[in-house]
């Protein structure tokens, strides 16, 4: 099944994220995850995809396990960073291969420094809306793309980044998934304004439960916003103490998804860093 389909069931539901191992223990622990979240029935499981091809073939062989070995429905990332349209399309090629019919298509950060200069490969592409189309264009493929609540650090407003995901979606995008965020009125206030602009494609939000302060950390950088201070205030006293630390960060998450839930959103997209404990217990304790 596509990963529209898979949203279109009218509930709430989740996915989960994960990243390609870089070694055995890594496989080891991502393949723990993936069996302890599989009976949960997440609606897809996407794996990401390292800048200029780096995790090119542990992201074609994750995700291909998952299509060949588990019951999930598998969704491959894919970036422009450094490649030709040829090299472009015979990783879409296979991703084909291996039974893989749903992407997201991210342009990628410049190796190194992510806020570094853009440069895109001479014979490669600039924007995440012509990857679209090459995506779609190569076959029968459902087709994702990266939502900002925050706008994209590039962008010089909000309304020029929602007119620029409004355009990545008509260019053959189902739907988009959104960094993270912990203040929800960001996530809402964009889906309003893809409601304004006549686009009603799912948006998921993006959630990340935040079991320790490196989580937390991660969780700053990774969104492009200062966690909001009633969050740290509560989390940063607990620094010293792993379970009181985990247990309020899970709630200031579970807490975050019910409002969301509340709102209507289609899934909640986990950034489960190959974990599943955390996911587990946020999406059990949300009933989905
Ligand atoms: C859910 C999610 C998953 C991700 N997965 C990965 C991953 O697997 N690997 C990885 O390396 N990175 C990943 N990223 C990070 C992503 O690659 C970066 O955030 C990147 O900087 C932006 O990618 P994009 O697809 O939104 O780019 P684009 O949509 O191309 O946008 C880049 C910038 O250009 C602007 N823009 C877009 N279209 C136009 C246009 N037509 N004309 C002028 N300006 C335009 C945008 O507003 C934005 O400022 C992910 C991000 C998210 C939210």
Redesign the pocket.
């Known amino acids: 099944m596509t990963v529209v389909d898979r949203l279109g069931t009218g509930r709430t539901t989740f996915s989960v ?1 994960f ?1 390609p191992p870089r070694n055995d223990e890594e496989e080891r622990v991502l393949w723990r995850a993936v069996r302890e979240l599989e009976p949960l029935d997440p609606a897809f499981v ?6 200029g091809g780096s ?1 090119r073939d542990r ?1 074609i062989r994750t995700t291909g396990r998952i299509a060949q070995e588990t019951t999930l429905t598998p969704m491959a ?5 450094d490649h030709s349209v040829a090299e472009l399309r015979n990783v879409i090629g296979w991703y084909a291969a291996s039974g893989v019919r749903n992407v ?6 410049p190796p190194g420094d ?1 806020n570094g200069e ?1 440069i895109s490969h001479p014979e490669g592409l ?6 679209v189309r090459l995506v779609r264009d190569l076959g029968d493929f459902c087709v ?5 609540p925050h ?6 407003d909000l309304d ?2 929602a ?3 409004v ?2 979606i008509r260019a053959g995008a189902g739907f ?5 965020f912990l203040d929800p009125e960001y996530f809402l206030r964009l889906r309003d304004r893809l409601a304004a602009r006549g686009c009603d494609a799912p948006l ?1 939000p ?1 959630v990340m439960p935040i079991t320790t302060p490196r989580v937390l950390a991660k969780f700053g950088e ?1 969104a ?1 916003v200062p966690v909001p201070a009633a969050i740290s205030d509560r989390l940063l006293p607990l620094a010293d103490d792993p379970a009181a630390f985990r247990q309020a960060g899970v709630e200031v998450v579970t807490r975050l998804c019910e409002r969301l839930i509340a709102e209507g959103v289609p899934a909640l ?1 986990f ?1 489960t860093l190959n974990r599943s404990k955390a996911t587990c217990q946020v999406v059990s304790d949300l009933g989905l």
């Open positions: 994220e990243f996407s794996v990401t995809y390292g800048a995790s992201t990332h894919l970036t422009a960073v997201l298509a991210v342009r990628g950060d992510p853009w600039e924007y995440a809306e012509e990857l994702g793309v990266a939502a900002f706008g994209h650090p590039r962008s010089a020029t980044d007119d620029h995901l355009r990545k988009a998934i959104a960094q993270l998921l993006g990774l492009g997209h950034y």
